[in-house]
């Protein structure tokens, strides 16, 4: 817990930041402007969480981003890896202006998760159109369709859980939102 708690004046840092820029963010896109509610709401959640004694790793059900000391960041739920691509994600809070800390960890917004999950599920399926294989488990080497198979369904599980947090939550004027 006393790890976590150091994270706090991290994450104040982070959300005065993005505080501030929110009136740059009414002008963006949709997409922008959805990834920026996301952003700010899997902030102020961690925040919260931490002020009050919670640690993020224990979250059961939640989506919780961990940042590697190398700076790699990794999506967890329930402890366990979700295979996705990091790339979205440090373009989302890169896009955003928030540079995550290493060795800091975020409750991650359910919306956010499943953006991330739909765009690893996009770049398999574009991987394998490029690759020229339509479905024939045949033509991979056994090895490399295992993966992307098992892969494939840890996202589809993954972005199932998403979409189920989504609906326990209460309906909000950014329900609706699709940023992708």
């Known amino acids: 817990m006393g790890q976590d708690r150091s994270q706090l004046p991290v994450l104040s840092r982070q959300l005065?930041?993005?505080?501030?820029?929110a009136e740059c963010f009414r002008d963006?896109?949709?997409?922008?402007?959805?990834w920026f509610v996301?952003?700010?709401?899997?902030?102020q959640s961690t925040d919260q969480l931490i002020t009050t004694g919670g640690d993020p790793r224990a979250a059961a059900r939640d989506f919780v981003l961990e940042v590697s000391e190398s700076g790699k960041m990794i999506l967890k739920q329930s402890g366990l890896p979700v295979p996705v691509d990091e790339d979205y994600l440090e373009h989302v809070f890169l896009t955003m202006g928030v540079s995550l800390a290493p060795g800091q960890l975020i409750l991650l917004e359910p919306r956010l998760?499943?953006?991330?999950?739909?765009?690893?599920?996009?770049?398999?399926e574009l991987d394998r159109a490029l690759s020229g294989s339509r479905g024939e488990l045949s033509e991979l080497p056994l090895?490399?369709?295992l993966n992307a198979w098992s892969r494939k369904r840890e996202l589809v599980m993954a972005i199932r859980?998403?979409?189920?947090?989504?609906?326990?939550?209460?309906?909000?004027?950014?329900?609706?939102?699709?940023?992708?």
């Open 38 to 43: 996301s952003v700010l709401a899997s902030l």
């Open 28 to 34: 963006r896109d949709q997409e922008e402007r959805d």
């Open 143 to 145: 090895t490399a369709g």
């Open 161 to 180: 859980i998403a979409e189920e947090l989504l609906e326990r939550e209460s309906p909000g004027p950014y329900q609706q939102t699709r940023a992708v």
């Open 16 to 21: 005065e930041s993005l505080s501030l820029r």
């Open 113 to 124: 998760a499943k953006w991330a999950i739909e765009e690893s599920l996009w770049g398999l």
